[in-house]
């Protein structure tokens, strides 16, 4: 018998020949044309919170690891960096620094440090960090610079409401989507990016380049997003037949918000999605589902944040009921 030891490890587990460390690149490298379009539209404020969110994140898992835990430094896995990308990707252009550094020390202290680290966490630790801020400072995560017109420099005295922030209140004071889709940027618009919201969750086309990047290199399979964007589109189509006057039409859902960030770099995260295909379709759809119920009748705007983290908390359950055949199992026979 062979005296070579079996190791263990936490997922996520890859039969190939590519590292986590690469795929991790990988990621980073799909994020690039949202990044570009976040310098275009908020300038050097896109550039500062991207950084800081970066070092903090950085810093942190370099502190805890090396100090707290006492374990080996793996700040250069690329997690941490990818941590700290799609926090600041989820948080206003005009965000105080403090207040950036405080969302990573939570993203990579409380949500993956406690945990054990990369592949322990049961939650997206940037959501994590992205949610404890929304909810302790909801008066500066919610301003939300705007594009000067005829000008791509962001104005820091000019602020404005997200479109789903616009139609959400529109619709509470009584407008009509009708009135409301004069004060909405147009879908072209939309499509580029050049709109105010988060900072990396505006561009349509930005991301889907690089979540097509993802899928074509094979770090993500298409059953997440795709599952997820169709059924946001067939739930709010229904309700935008129905009434839509009252309802915004699919095309606005699926290209404001965090649709796009949340289908492609958010909820396809390794370690806190689902195993199997099937697993991923299940979760895809209560992510979708939950999201729409929150934009159409809760108190949020925008869900996909809630809808991620509680979706993530139910992967290991998923997990169980939908694991694949042992290989050598015996398969129950009907005999007809």
């Known amino acids: 018998m062979s005296s070579q030891p079996i190791v263990i490890s936490a997922s996520p587990h890859l039969h190939s020949d590519r590292t986590s460390k690469k795929l991790m690149y990988d990621v980073v490298i799909a994020l690039i044309p949202a990044f570009l379009v976040s310098l275009y539209v908020f300038g050097i404020r896109a550039l500062i919170v991207t950084a ?8 942190f898992e370099y502190l805890i690891q090396k100090y707290l835990l006492k374990a080996e430094v793996t700040i250069g896995d690329g997690s941490a960096l990818i941590t700290g990308i ?16 405080v969302g990573s020390l939570v993203a990579i202290g409380v949500a993956k440090s406690s945990f054990g680290g990369l592949g322990f966490n049961i939650f997206n630790p940037a959501l994590v960090g992205r949610v404890f801020l929304l909810v302790s400072f909801p008066v500066q995560m919610t301003m ?9 420099t962001i104005a820091d005295a000019v602020t404005g409401a997200t479109p789903l922030g616009l ?8 407008e009509t989507m009708a009135d409301i889709s004069t004060k909405i940027p147009s879908t072209m618009d939309l499509f580029l990016g050049i709109t105010g919201g988060s900072l990396g969750e505006m ?4 991301l889907l380049i690089g979540g097509l990047y993802l899928i074509i290199r094979k770090v993500i399979s298409w059953h997440i997003p ?13 309700f935008w037949l129905i009434d839509p006057e009252q309802y915004a039409s699919p095309v606005i859902h699926l290209l404001t918000g965090g649709a796009l960030l949340g289908a492609f770099f958010m909820a396809t995260d390794l370690v806190t999605s689902p195993m199997t295909k099937k697993g991923m379709v299940i979760f895809a759809i209560g992510i979708a589902v939950i999201t729409i119920v929150i934009r159409l009748f809760g108190a949020y705007p925008e869900g996909i944040s809630f809808a991620i983290l ?8 998923i997990n169980s009921s939908f694991k694949p055949r042992r290989f050598g199992s015996k398969i129950k026979s009907k005999i007809v």
Do not use: D, R
């Not at 799609?86 to 550094?101: E, Y």
């Not at 939300?144 to 791509?152: H, K, L, S």
């Not at 509680?310 to 359950?317: K, Q, S, T």
């Open 52 to 59: 800081v969110a970066v070092v903090s994140c950085l810093l």
């Open 86 to 101: 799609l926090l600041a990707f989820n948080l206003p252009s005009g965000l105080p620094i403090w207040m950036i550094i």
């Open 144 to 152: 939300w610079p705007t594009a000067v017109e005829n000008n791509t």
């Open 167 to 174: 139609i959400k209140e529109g619709l509470m004071f009584g």
């Open 203 to 206: 561009s349509a086309i930005a």
């Open 226 to 238: 795709v599952t997820m964007l169709v059924t946001m589109g067939v739930m709010t189509g229904v």
């Open 310 to 317: 509680i979706m993530n908390a139910f992967v290991p359950l």
